[in-house]
């Protein structure tokens, strides 16, 4: 079936108890085993089952199937955070003397995980660079090849079939952090990544009310991650975040359809802006990451990057806007915006940050589903003001 089906049908079935047509919020902490021998068979594995919450829950569960089946993996696992799905994966992939060979920009927490945690227990942390230096970067050790596209926050595109084929041919391990795009405008797995990943907080959950995460794959990995990592790191999802979610999933072809069309007229308004020294979106042609977004991507997604003159310019546009809220996070069904040279990447080294091309005029925009024409007033009257402001004290 089509994913606009699969997004409402997939993991959703009536209640088995009542006939509830919507998967109800089974909010409880442990399930009766009915029996001595079916507690004894449950836990010897002869007979699968809910046992006890930090494992398995049944509104969850529905969420995970559907993930699943949006990204066309065997089974998924849930987590409460994006954070936690990484972390979990980790600790049950990885062990001392091992490598992660990792295509930087990523995530400022990811990265934050992989040079802080990981290599305190022994893990080596390398940053390829680039998908051209990937083959020269993998080592005997190299267990995992991770990535990010398109990247955070100048929206840099990774050839996925590239990294893919690249990583086979040395029997090593891709994960894709598949945040920014969805399964609706990409779907790793049918690039040959073995595993992907999502901070569910954005654009699955969509509507900026919880935390979640969810990672997708094999079902012999999902196995062992929920055995390991889920169970002994219990990062695990509460079931009305788990209710969230496939309450969001349900939408998430609409939304992402409204989230590339803003999107797509945002970025192309702002191109044509005497204020706008450049605009960083994988939908306009000038992109250097177009030709393979169009490869790999049914859209071009709901972030778009700005240039503007300087530091005080973007202090100046920020402060303006009235639809946009200044916030971290992204996905959401209302428009953010974000200074990243100043939040989130503040704490980078300077060289780093101009390295992942994060300077001080660089404004990131998560499109929302407003309509388009209110947006784009909206960014027509911030820029307004920072021309008029910072003409007048010329
Ligand atoms: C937000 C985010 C994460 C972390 O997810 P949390 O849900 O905040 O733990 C990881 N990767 C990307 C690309 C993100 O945007």
Redesign the pocket.
């Known amino acids: 079936m089509k994913i606009r089906t699969r997004a409402v049908h997939a993991g959703h079935h009536p209640d088995p108890l009542t006939g509830a047509h919507v998967v109800p919020i089974y909010s409880t902490s442990t399930f009766a085993y009915g029996s001595f021998a079916r507690g004894e068979r449950l836990f010897a594995g002869e007979e699968s089952g809910y046992i006890y919450g930090r494992i398995g829950n049944p509104t969850v569960r529905a969420f995970e199937e559907k993930l699943a089946s949006l990204e066309g993996a065997e089974d998924a696992v849930a987590f409460a955070?994006?954070?936690?799905?990484?972390s979990a994966l980790c600790t049950t992939l990885l062990a001392p003397g091992d490598e992660v060979v990792y295509l930087a920009p990523?995530?400022g927490?990811?990265e934050g995980y992989f040079l802080e945690t990981l290599t305190k227990f022994g893990v080596r942390v390398t940053d390829a660079g680039s998908v051209e230096n990937l083959p020269q970067a993998l080592t005997p050790a190299t267990r995992l090849v991770y990535l990010?596209t398109p990247t955070?926050p100048t929206l840099r595109i990774h050839d996925l079939s590239a990294v893919a084929q690249i990583a086979r041919a040395r029997g090593v391990r891709t994960v894709v952090?598949n945040?920014?795009a969805t399964p609706y405008l990409t779907r790793p797995l049918e690039h040959g990544i073995d595993l992907v990943l999502h901070?569910?907080?954005?654009y699955l959950g969509g509507h900026g009310d919880c935390?979640?995460?969810v990672l997708a794959g094999p079902r012999e990995v999902m196995e062992a991650v929920r055995a390991e990592g889920l169970r002994h790191i219990g990062g695990t999802l509460g079931a009305f975040e788990g209710y969230l979610m496939l309450r969001g999933l349900k939408t998430l072809p609409l939304r992402m359809e409204a989230h590339c069309a803003g999107a797509a007229q945002v970025a192309e308004y702002l191109s044509q802006h005497p204020a706008v020294r450049r605009v960083y979106y994988p939908g306009l042609p000038s992109h250097p990451g177009h030709e393979t977004a169009r490869r790999q991507m049914q859209g071009f997604g709901g972030l778009v990057s700005i240039e503007l003159e300087s530091k005080q310019a973007a202090a100046l546009f920020l402060d303006s806007l009235k639809l946009f809220t200044q916030a971290v996070?992204?996905g959401d069904v209302e428009s953010l915006a974000t200074h990243p040279a100043s939040t989130t990447h503040q704490l980078l080294p300077p060289e780093v940050r101009a390295a992942h091309g994060v300077s001080d005029s660089l404004v990131r925009l998560s499109v929302g589903i407003e309509d388009p024409e209110d947006l784009i007033a909206d960014l027509e009257q911030a820029l307004e003001h920072v021309m008029q402001t910072l003409l007048a004290r010329r």
């Open positions: 955070s994006g954070m936690a799905a990484i990523l995530y927490g990811t990010e955070n952090d945040t920014f901070s569910a907080t954005k935390l979640a995460g996070s992204l």
